[in-house]
């Protein structure tokens, strides 16, 4: 009956919503299945995360391996404090691992990467790498190379 | 409650407003229960107003409305849906639901306010068509119908719930000869046969008078005149003899009200 | 015309006002009694599922042929910018970003005010000319309840599940430029897109957005309707008037929310 087609037509449009928001969560916005309770996080004091936005991925060996949650400034410090969420199954980062902010080509965007240290005790929960390296400043390098230049000529 | 059996609906005092113009004022109008009553008057009189204001459409600025033993302006809103059950009525246009065909236009009604089961209603919409003499017609859709035909579909529908008012906004207006007459035998035979109160709004003068039992004529917000038929065409009353004669000239003047003719004419500008 | 005094402009201002305060109001009491209070009838499922069909599903043509073609340009365009900066790549995210956060939900909803606001605005009016709203109220049933809360769910429904469908086309239409004609390594081209989508930020924001959309819109479109004159000129008017209020209204909103979601960094 007409009826049918009606209740056909409606059912078929409320499915391809859904597919279509599926879609858009697996798809496009990469989201995982896994929930967050198969991650840990530790923290990182950089003196200068210059660029490096929350959400940036977290690498090792250039596999990524977690991601930035929040990025804030430290009161007593004055060092940029930066939270990682890190996969549960790299579980056995060494305590004097490195993090430096690095950036994916010339102008691309910056992420961290981190290398492994040597220490047998590994990072726990809420842990904090305390070896950074932090970001590259143009301006800065471009002042050194500057200073040096100007130096070379006083001599 | 103060109403008065032998009336179905009774206006006391009526004032409605639309804007600051008073479209009536002060009006008293009873309608006697089981008779066919006709309200007559000029067109924009305010005669459709008058059918709003008993199906409480409209709420009048002062004044109470009785009808079936209620004050339809103190109802609130979910009560006021209940009242009107009992009432039902014709609009000018028929006003059928356009996506419906002819059998559910008329089981709409029962539909909503029963919950008897189909073959029932299908008896009822049956019996309802056959009386307006188009249960032929129950697969067709409204716009596969001639004017008078969906007048009489929708007068099917408003007797669908049999109803102990039914009113008729204009239902003569633009209709054939032979439609026409077919209109007036049905608001008698139903009026008689099912015992109910019929209230005809119209300005065909003719039609009207063959088979009201009483007249109310209404203009400039009042109620000019009322009594049987014959009563009013005696009158001696000279708007209403206008009305009831058709003079294009008398008290109703022919011209719009304007400055002088000849001073507006050779006026400067 | 005759010059009038600065009294009978500054009163004629005041009054006119004091009617769109009175239209406002109006208008909120409408929805009020159409959403809230005593449900009516039965087969208020039956009339909502015959509205998603004539305000969604009669609207997905449209939807889903814009979409594709917008998520094709703004990969063409995309990728001869980018290409100047040779990170053709990004052409991904760049097109997944653009549809799902702006021209998804806020092309959607002017199309959506195109399509079937104005004709819910010339359904509804026709309804009110030829007294079948009035005839409904005699016959003893609400047309609010009846007749335009199932609109108006209808619309809430509708419009941001198109919006999602109008993203995933628009963003199929864009890798199908990039990928298959411009020759985007495919990988990069998704991968880039999942790195920078995020689904909460992103796509449930855009949802969002759309949701307030399809309030704004099918309220303005039902009640203009509603609310008309009951002549062919009135209805005319009211159908003109839902287009142009419906996509003001998307498009100052859409200011109004993108602010406040993605201002702040």
Partial sequence: MQNRTLEIGVGLFLLAGILALLLLALRVSGLSASPSSDTYKLYAYFDNIAGLTVRAKVTMAGVTIGKVTAIDLDRDTYTGRVTLQLEKRVDNLPTDSTASILTAGLLGEKYIGISVGGEEAVLKEGGTIHDTQSALVLEDLIGKFLLNTVGKEAK | ?269 | MRRKSLLERIRLFGRSAIDVVAVLGRSCLFLLHALVGRGGIGGGFQLLVKQLYSVGVMSLAIIVVSGVFIGMVLALQGFSILTKYGSEQAVGQMVALTLLRELGPVVTALLFAGRAGSALTAEIGNMKSTEQLSSLEMIGVDPLKYIVAPRLWAGFISLPLLAMIFSVVGIWGGSWVAVDWLGVYEGSFWSNMQNSVSFVDDVLNGVLKSLVFAFVVTWIAVFQGYDCEPTSEGISRATTKTVVYASLAVLGLDFILTALMFGDF
């Fill in chain 2, 1 to 269: 409650m103060s109403v008065d059996n032998a009336y179905a609906v009774e206006l006391k005092g009526v004032t409605f407003k639309r804007g600051a113009r008073s479209i009536f004022n002060n009006v008293d109008i009873r309608i006697p229960r089981g008779k066919v009553t006709g309200i007559m008057g000029p067109s924009g009189c305010g005669k459709t107003t008058l059918l709003r204001l008993m199906g409480a459409q409209l709420r009048p600025a002062s004044g109470e409305v009785w009808v079936a033993g209620q004050n339809l302006p103190t109802l609130s809103r979910s009560d006021l849906f209940d009242a009107r059950k009992h009432m039902g009525v014709l609009f000018q246009s028929g006003a059928l639901f356009t996506d419906l065909d002819v059998f559910e236009n008329v089981a709409f009604p029962l539909r909503v306010h029963t919950q008897l089961p189909e073959e029932m209603i299908r008896d009822i919409v049956l019996m309802k068509l056959q009386a307006v003499g188009l249960r032929g017609a129950i697969e067709l859709m409204p716009d596969e119908l001639s004017g008078g035909m969906k007048r009489r579909v929708a007068l099917a529908r408003a007797i669908a719930l049999d109803p102990q008012i039914l009113m008729y906004d204009e239902p003569f207006v633009g209709q054939d000869p032979i439609a026409m007459g077919v209109l007036v035998r049905l608001i008698r035979l139903l009026n008689d046969a099912l015992g109910i109160t019929s209230i005809v709004v119209s300005h065909d003068l003719a039609e009207t008078a063959s088979i009201a039992d009483y007249l109310y004529v209404v203009g400039d917000g009042q109620v000019l005149g009322q009594g049987t038929p014959q009563e009013l065409m005696e009158s001696d009353n000279p708007r209403i003899r206008q009305f009831m004669k058709g003079d294009p000239d008398g008290p109703v003047p022919f011209h719009f009200p304007a400055p002088d003719y000849r001073a507006d004419l050779l006026g400067k500008r």
